[in-house]
């Protein structure tokens, strides 16, 4: 009998990537996937730990999901109950501690377990013994030895996880707790994962990694390569038309990856840098290891090598001891960058984090203050971004339908959502086509195919 698992993902998109691995393992073992959570015998919550609001919505799900176990149970079924990720990671037992209806619990490092994890949670259920179980070991390596054959198809645009972990420290980020120290994958093995990707459909690559350019892998010869090497590398692969990487951190924006952006065609011209703060006594108490003018010298360096590079960044607002000054200085060099788009978090202090316990704690009213000033000019300076694409011509990938009739969806090379109307969704799906902007709304563009689908190579 073929069993249903639903698998929800909260947080990055390196959880994103990690779902699927699970779904593929569990395919393999005889698991469909479930749109919705109401008919699964196996429900998995791939969690995240960064802000608490992210961490606590965890139990509100399990809540949910606990009613939903018991409607099954009168009808003769019997839910299992999973949680995974970084609150899994971080939390351990004391999940189960304090939601008993969950079952299993383990972390980031150890999805390849899974088929042998939920065999002993059905003996264990077999013979009316409590189930629960936690694994949360790190044995990175492992998990990427697991490559599933059964992986469900990429869409168009796919992930690959080529680095994992983190050995930066930042005072305010569960990262390195959650996900461990910092570890490269093999470029041998990265490629395979990249070929079979673009064979099966995968027009776009985003390799992802928490600290992606601090990535450094061994090809065959033993050589060892940065990120730029690793994407000239993987550029020439049959079928793949564009690559991204994210999250990048400023310390590790080598030259040669910088030199990248002007010379490799398939490489994006959109990069995520996150800066998080424009004062340097914050970033200092922060541990980032740079300084606002060295941010500001690094993006002049990579505009050189990409004129049109759009931009984009994270902040925290209100990090202990930011004073009215620090904050100005975060809006200074806001305005001097010009973002095309931007994430800005309310400073959240987690636990067993240097800055949870630092003195100069703020309060939620001015954290709430300062996130709306800063969110005010990231919105205006996305606006004139996207404004400044109208009238002009550019390929996008249609990943999927819109909302509307006839409408698909897909992303330019700036990462900008771009809609089209269409008779042809069929031809446009999968592919590149050319489009000319029409119109720019808050979170997206319109646009029009210039050519009718077929009419345009496939791209
Ligand atoms: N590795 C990435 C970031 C991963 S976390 C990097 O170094 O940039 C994603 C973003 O969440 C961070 O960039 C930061 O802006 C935000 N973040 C992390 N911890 C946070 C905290 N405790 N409170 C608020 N925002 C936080
Ligand atoms: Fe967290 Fe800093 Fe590592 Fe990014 S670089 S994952 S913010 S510790
Ligand atoms: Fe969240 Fe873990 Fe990613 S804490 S942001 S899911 S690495």
């Not at 990537?17 to 959570?37: F, H, W």
């Not at 030895?145 to 972990?165: D, R």
């Not at 395979?192 to 459909?201: K, V």
């Amino acid at each position: 009998m073929t069993r249903k698992v639903h698998i929800k993902s909260y947080g990055c998109q390196m959880n994103v990537y990690d779902s699927s691995r699970m779904a593929g393992l569990l395919a393999e073992i005889g698991y469909r996937l479930a749109e919705t959570p109401d008919e699964a015998d196996l429900v998995i919550l791939n969690t995240c730990h960064i802000r608490e609001k992210a961490s606590e919505k965890v139990y509100s799900d399990i809540g949910r999901l606990r009613a939903l176990k018991e409607k099954g149970k009168a009808a003769g079924r019997d839910m299992t109950i999973a949680v995974a990720g970084c609150v899994a990671q971080a939390e351990g037992e004391e999940i189960i501690r304090r939601a008993p209806v969950v079952e299993l619990v383990f972390g980031p490092q150890t999805y390849h377990r899974l088929p042998e994890l939920l065999e002993s949670v059905a003996k264990a259920k077999k013979s009316n013994r409590p189930a629960a179980i936690v694994d949360t070991e790190f044995p990175v390596e492992e998990k990427f030895n697991h490559l599933a054959k059964k992986a469900p198809a990429p869409g168009p645009s796919a992930f690959l996880t080529i680095q994992e972990g983190c050995d930066k420290f930042c005072t305010f980020c569960v990262v390195p707790y959650t996900r461990g120290g910092e570890f490269s994958r093999t470029i041998e093995e990265i490629a395979l994962e990249a070929r079979g990707l673009a064979a099966r459909g995968a027009r776009e690559i985003t390799l992802l990694g928490q600290n992606v350019n601090a990535f450094h892998g061994l090809d065959k010869d033993r050589n060892e390569l940065g990120l730029g090497g690793l994407i000239r590398r993987l550029a020439g692969i049959k079928g793949l038309a564009r690559i991204r990487y994210t999250t990048s951190h400023p310390r590790d924006m080598e030259d040669d990856l910088i030199a990248a952006h002007g010379e490799i065609e398939a490489l994006m011209p959109h990069l995520h840098l996150p800066v998080q703060s424009g004062s340097d006594r914050i970033l200092k108490t922060m541990n980032r290891g740079h300084s606002a003018g060295d941010y500001l010298k690094l993006v002049e360096k990579i505009r050189k090598s990409r004129p049109d590079i759009a931009l984009s960044s994270d902040f925290i607002v209100g990090f202990p001891g930011e004073r009215e000054e620090d904050f100005e200085k975060t809006l200074e060099l806001v305005r001097e960058i010009n973002y095309a788009q931007a994430y800005s978090f309310k400073y959240s202090p987690r636990p067993g984090t240097p800055a949870a316990n630092a003195p100069g704690q703020i309060p939620e009213a001015v954290k709430a203050d300062r996130l709306a000033a800063l969110q005010q000019i990231l919105n205006a300076q996305k606006q004139a971004f996207n404004q400044a694409s109208v009238g002009k011509k550019m390929t996008v990938l249609f990943e999927r339908h819109g909302k509307h009739k006839g409408q698909i969806v897909g992303r330019n090379p700036y990462m900008q959502a771009v809609h089209v109307v269409t008779e042809d969704a069929k031809n446009c799906l999968g592919s590149l086509k050319e489009v000319e902007i029409l119109a720019a709304g808050p979170n997206s563009l319109k646009g029009k195919l210039t050519l009718p689908a077929r009419a345009q190579s496939a791209a």
